[in-house]
């Protein structure tokens, strides 16, 4: 078999031979997508919101005779960004050129509104982008990146306020005695902070459950109030020794962050409605939390997922990779202020139920298969069951 210069030869997603460095790469020939939704196995939901199904939508990059996958859990409304206007100024851009791929999409929607839907469209192209490049190459995303470290620890998370105990408790107990985690997180602040007696009740729950070893942290979604906040943080670190207090409130509220911060002894998260470097710069500069919460589909993808580590690093602040296990454990090994990464129940399932190729999460840690090209994944075949378009 003759393999051009500056391509590599694969067999599935594993790597032969190294390629040529040469030049600028091959031109993006074309980008697919296409749009999934998965039920839920129980009903879920958080302090703020319920639902039953996660939408997906999953990008394919082309080029000779690759293809780089990305994906954001995002509604359809992403799915007509990528095809209406940011397919356009990816195709023909050279394949190692990703940086000038992003400014130019970043460029381009000045006008329909950065934060939200059309990052989270952003995010799956620059995933795409990111992962053609080194299948282009022959190596890991992870090596592409450069590893600090081998995996990336993990905590368990799910525990939505819709579960009865049992469910719970069962969730609870593959997390620590199955997968050997050290670090699980549940859901808090049901009905908007209603109901905070259950609050606690759950949190004493999982932590009988768990034991004294392992770390519990809480998510209230922003369904508390400023001042409920403070007294449930109180609470939550006496009788269940939680450490830490994900959105107590509104991560819009950065006065209000900053309030419970100052007045509990859990570390405050926050951040993973994070659109664009300036909104994590301003919380970071309100000192509104202990460590910054980043979601590679929603941010702006490894491109900008990268930058928002830097600006945390230079604030000398931590960062928490939410959400997207299987695509932000190939990023988070490089970033030397990361503290961990959330395996989140959906996502989890969502992940290997779509693609092949998904890490384990045994052991409590994410470890990238350098041996294989890209992120190493694949869109599976045979999801017309759960394909929208």
Known sequence: MNTPPGHASHSGNQIIAAPSSAGDGPPVEKVTTALFEVPTDHPEGDGTIAWSSTAVVVVEVHAAGHVGTGWTYCAKSAQTVVQEKLSSLVQAKPVFDVPAAWQSMVNAVRNMGRPGVVSCAISAVDIALWDLKARVMGVSLASLFGRLREGVPIYGSGGFTTYQDDVTIAQLEQWVAEWHMDK?????????????????????????VIGDDAELFVDANGGYNRKQAVRMGHAFYDEAGVTWFEEPVSSDDLDGLREVRDNCLIDVAAGEYGYSPWYFAQMIGASAIDCLQVDVTRCGGFTAWAQVAGLAAASNMDISGHCAPNLSAHIAVSAPNLRHLEYFHDHHRIENMLFDGALSPAGGVLTPDTSRAGHGMRLRTGLDDLRKG
């Open 184 to 208: 699980v997180k549940i859901k808090i602040g049901e009905s908007w902070g209603s109901n905070p007696g259950r609050d606690l009740h759950r949190a004493q729950l999982a932590r009988k």
